[in-house]
């Protein structure tokens, strides 16, 4: 069967029942987001290691093993590393993610997966889907911006790979009306944040759902807190956003961001490693 005829029939490759419940209608109760995966610590927060995935997937697949509402894994932006060592990690623990892709950028420099890559995490059960085609945060973006990067992400991605492109997962977390708007029009279903508290509900014609951003700082006891729905570290957690969101209201959303790419890549040679990343404005 052709990729052509696999959209037009609406079928996926998202074969595995973890993976097809982002896509069939149902959400999960929770969902953990990465970024990077390095082999060693790394200055970047959200960078975890290697050991760090291996324990945080072990402790997915024993809980989505004996409890109803399965916890679903979702990586940002694209970068090589989830092919790299995710990908095989993922396979160790029999599970399958969602991989949201800055389309723009694939295959662009050895940060990034390329093509066939994408392709490859189609074909083993994993879903490829959008993260935009520039990583612009979408509230900044003119109408036509907006239009721009969900339309063209969206064609491409289902070009490329063969299978219908219903989810995006928002750069920077952020999104308002007007964005989930335009997405629906796009054609998009579901809108993914870095809302953690956040429960799935539909807004402006998509379903919007929250995710945990996992940062290496991130203790596996505190993971299962949250996937627990531990009350007291959910305050705790919920807490320190809303100082954040204080911060960023007081700032404006653009030096905001500014100053978390710098705090966010810690230690002397964080200016160098961001500028060695190509820009890839993580979340």
């Known amino acids: 069967m052709t990729r052509e005829r696999q959209l037009e029939n609406g079928a996926s490759r998202d074969t595995t029942d973890s993976t ?45 093993r004996r409890e109803t509402d399965s916890t679903e894994l979702t990586f940002d932006d694209g970068h090589i590393s989830n092919y790299e060592i995710a990908r095989p990690l993922l396979e160790r623990h029999a599970s399958k993610a969602v991989f949201f892709v800055t389309v723009g950028r694939v295959g662009t420099n050895g940060q990034t997966m390329n093509w066939e890559q994408l392709r490859t ?20 973006c003119s109408t036509t911006e907006l239009r721009d990067e969900l339309n063209r992400s969206k064609a491409e991605l289902e070009h490329r790979t063969g299978v219908p492109v219903i989810s995006i997962s928002v750069p920077g977390g952020r999104w308002n009306a007007p964005v989930l708007r335009a997405a629906a029009d796009a054609g998009y279903q579901r809108v993914y944040t870095s809302e953690f508290w956040r429960e799935p509900g539909p807004r402006q014609g998509v ?8 940062r290496s700082d991130m203790s596996v006891a505190q993971i299962e807190k949250w996937l627990s729905a531990d009350a007291q570290s959910l305050r705790k957690m919920r807490a320190k956003n809303f100082v954040k969101d204080a911060v960023r209201r007081v700032t404006g959303d653009r030096l905001y961001h500014e100053l978390w790419c710098w705090l966010a890549v810690s230690g002397p040679s964080g200016a160098d490693k961001e500028s060695e990343q190509v820009s890839l404005h993580r979340t």
Do not use: C
């Open 20 to 64: 097809a419940r982002l896509h069939e209608g149902t959400t999960p109760r929770r969902i953990l987001t990465y970024h990077e995966v390095e082999p060693e610590k790394s200055t970047y927060i959200y960078a975890v290691t290697s050991q760090q995935l291996d324990e945080q997937l072990k402790l997915v697949a024993e809980r989505n």
């Open 121 to 140: 995490l189609t074909n083993a059960g994993h879903s490829v889907q959008s993260h935009g085609w520039s990583h612009k945060f979408l509230i900044h």
């Open 207 to 214: 379903m919007v759902t929250g995710r945990l951003m996992i």
